[in-house]
């Protein structure tokens, strides 16, 4: 018989370990985008960069990145200050997973 603390604790041990897609975003973008490169190795790397360099807000719409790469060049192009703030830390996180990750 399964006591019920262990139970509880067992349900909350789960409840802490989210989803990859909520808790690493780029990293879960990156294995999902079926490009022959990214192995979990590889897209752990990066979101390991993405870790160092971005808030959590700013590695979701990243993630986003994969899915749609036109979205991208449209932030790029944007002229809101919001916008180009965040493309500077993006590029940040660019310049790091490619030094870090090859």
């Known amino acids: ?7 509880a604790a ?8 989210a989803p990859a897609a ?19 190795t590889l897209c752990a790397c990066i979101q390991a960069a993405a870790d160092a360099t971005l808030t ?3 590695q979701r719409r990243a993630a986003r990145f994969f899915r749609d790469p036109h979205a991208a060049q449209d932030v790029r192009m944007s002229t809101s200050n ?4 965040f ?6 996180f660019g310049a790091l997973a490619a030094d870090r990750c090859g």
């Open 56 to 58: 959590g807000g700013d």
């Open 1 to 7: 018989m399964i006591r019920p603390r262990l139970l």
């Open 22 to 40: 909520v808790a690493d975003p780029i990293e879960s973008a990156c294995v999902a985008s079926g490009r022959a490169a990214a192995s979990r």
């Open 87 to 92: 493309w500077d830390r993006y590029r940040a």
């Open 10 to 17: 067992a349900l909350a041990a789960m409840a802490f370990h």
């Open 82 to 85: 919001a916008d180009n703030a």
